[in-house]
């Protein structure tokens, strides 16, 4: 049906990859009549992902076209617009005179998080803002379906969604539907950063994982503010990317730094350990966002931000409830004499599941040895404040600039989460010459005794002759005679036990024979023997036949039954008998 009506409409609206499809496979599809081209969200389409496609699709367009883009973070790279035939372009900036690159209405705050605390912070604020339209931002589709499915089973009092690029189009479109509609918190990856309008106004976003850069950073907080409605922000950043809000003011983006009230932070690394634990499912979702995560740090391309080898990777692995930490193979190049905030751990690679399908570099390393340290976490100085979210200053985020205070301090360690596993620092060694203790026995008064005392006479014996061989010795003997007496009646007994069920099994057998002759039916002779389980089966009474092949002797059965001795009477009445018990 699209195939048919494709070249009869004024207006098209695709993606890049289904305008190319019907150019190259829809019979008589002609663009030379074309007279506007236009593309929403430019930056992206002309990035290095849509190249070739946006290239064989402007092959094909003519020349002569008035070309439109849009987009919030509108390129200017003199390729980008000489692939696209543009000459002399005109910028129209809506915000050109603005103070700042995003709306005024929307505000923007920071604050550290270390990554072994995100989980916790991202679990606190979401129970510190029940009744508010969150949307929360993650790296990987991995890390969306861990953290959905966990947030999920420990039930934070809000109804959870999750939108990722694995899922299908329709599903994609109820689960917005569904945000839209009511209060909830949607975990999501950029996916969910660009072209979504939502018709209710989203109260917060919240980006768990820092964004790959400026531009991502503008996108995902454009999905609040929108239009004349307000909204917030806030952004969890580690330590080592603390560059991130340097270049987010270079930009003119107003970012304020605050704090949490850490005396409301709710740790749950304990309860992700005991689903881990419940679920075994949940434990492979874990593995695969530690993995995941890990890849997106170590394939971006902005080392200044985003350094593997600063992260904490053990605290990471026990803050998503995992035993052990993974392995991961990518990285796994032993870097010498680098220190870093992490302990010795070696990673095991997964597929990525970032949106933008980036791929690992080329170059190979070897393990990677991350040397013990610690990162500088959050000091405790707030007040338990109210729970209202109009009132912020009170409540979870202490609206506070930081950075005019001097910004955050560090040197100052405090693990607000307890220790879900004990790390194995050293090797256990047996020491072959410790002292060996020795067995005190007591008696009813509590005096000490030697250890082999109960084998001797203590009414007749003192102390000393306790330990004599030939007591020992004539202990010893005693009991090996008591245990062959006892042995002996042991057997007695079994026999007896053995015989009583012999009889018993012959009496069963005895009294179902007695009931089968009573029937007139034949039986085999009991003869009483011992066997058990023996099967005893009914024997066939053969009478004289007029055929040829009939013995007329009166030869004996297979029962033991002479045909003959029975007369002709007899024979006319069982054979009534047997067939008036089968008609009946």
């Known amino acids: 049906m699209e195939k048919e009506h494709v070249n009869a409409l004024n207006i098209l609206v695709c993606t890049p990859g289904r305008l190319l499809q019907h150019m190259d496979e829809t019979p008589n599809f002609d663009c030379s009549q074309l007279q506007v081209l236009v593309l929403d969200e430019a930056d992206r389409i002309l990035d290095v992902g849509f190249k070739k496609t946006l290239n064989a699709i402007v092959a094909q367009l003519p020349k002569r076209r008035q070309t439109l883009l ?10 980008d617009l000489a692939r696209l035939s543009l000459k002399d372009p005109e910028y129209i900036s809506v915000h050109e005179d603005a103070e700042t690159a995003t709306p005024n209405r929307l505000q923007q705050t920071a604050m550290i998080v270390p990554l ?65 509609e009511s209060h909830s918190v949607l975990f999501s990856t950029d996916v969910a950063s660009r072209g979504l309008d939502f018709n209710k106004a989203v109260d917060w976003v919240v980006q768990v994982d820092c964004p790959d850069d400026v531009a991502s950073y503008i996108h995902r907080v454009g999905r609040t503010a929108r239009y004349l409605a307000g909204g917030r922000s806030v952004l969890f950043l580690m330590p080592s990317e603390m560059k991130m809000l340097e270049k987010l003011q270079t930009a003119k983006i107003p970012v304020q730094f605050i704090k949490a009230n850490t005396k409301r932070l709710q740790p749950v690394s304990g309860l992700l350990s005991a689903l881990l634990v419940k679920y075994p499912d949940m434990q492979q979702l874990a593995q695969r966002a530690f993995i995941t995560y890990l890849r997106s740090i170590h394939i971006q391309k902005d080392k200044e931000v985003f350094d593997v080898l600063k992260l904490s990777i053990e605290d990471f692995s026990a803050s998503l409830g995992l035993p052990m930490t993974p392995k991961v193979r990518f990285l796994n190049q032993k870097i010498k004499g680098k220190k870093v905030f992490g302990k010795s751990a070696l990673l095991e690679s997964e597929d990525s599941e970032k949106e933008n399908d980036a791929e690992i570099p080329s170059e190979k390393l070897d393990i990677v040895t991350f040397k013990e340290g610690s990162v500088d ?38 693990d607000l989460v307890p220790a879900t596993r004990v790390l194995k620092k050293k090797k256990l060694k047996i020491n072959i010459h410790r002292p060996v203790g020795s067995r005190v026995v007591f008696d009813e008064e509590g005096n000490t005794l030697p250890p082999l005392a109960r084998v001797a006479d203590r009414k007749n014996v003192d102390d000393s002759s306790l330990l004599d061989q030939d007591k020992r010795e004539e202990y010893y003997k005693k009991m090996r005679e008591q245990m062959k007496h006892v042995d002996k009646e042991d057997k007695v007994v079994d026999r007896q036990r053995r015989r009583e069920k012999r009889i018993k099994e012959k009496m069963k057998r005895k009294i179902g024979s007695m009931g089968l002759e009573e029937d007139g039916e034949g039986e085999d002779d009991l003869s009483g023997s011992e066997e058990e389980g023996r099967k005893y089966k009914r024997s ?11 013995d007329t002797t009166g030869s004996k059965d297979n029962a033991g039954i002479i045909t003959d001795s029975i007369s002709l009477a007899e024979q006319e009445a069982l054979a009534l008998k047997l067939l008036g018990s089968m008609h009946s």
């Open 70 to 79: 849009f987009s919030a973070t509108q390129t200017k790279s003199i390729q």
């Open 116 to 180: 072994e605390q995100k989980l916790d912070m991202l679990w606190s604020f979401v129970k510190a803002h029940l009744n508010s339209k969150i949307l929360v931002f993650l790296s990987s589709c991995k890390q969306v379906k861990f953290v959905f499915e966990a947030f999920k089973k420990l039930r934070p009092g809000v109804p959870l969604k999750c939108l990722h690029g694995r899922m299908k189009q329709e599903k994609r479109m109820g689960i917005y539907s569904q945000f839209c």
């Open 377 to 414: 976490r959050l000091k405790e100085n707030l007040e338990i404040g109210d729970s209202e979210e109009e009132n912020v200053e009170k409540g979870f985020l202490q609206m506070k600039d930081a950075l005019n205070d001097g910004g955050p301090k560090t040197g100052e360690i405090e």
């Open 540 to 550: 066939k009474i053969y009478f004289d036949s007029d055929s040829d092949n009939a």
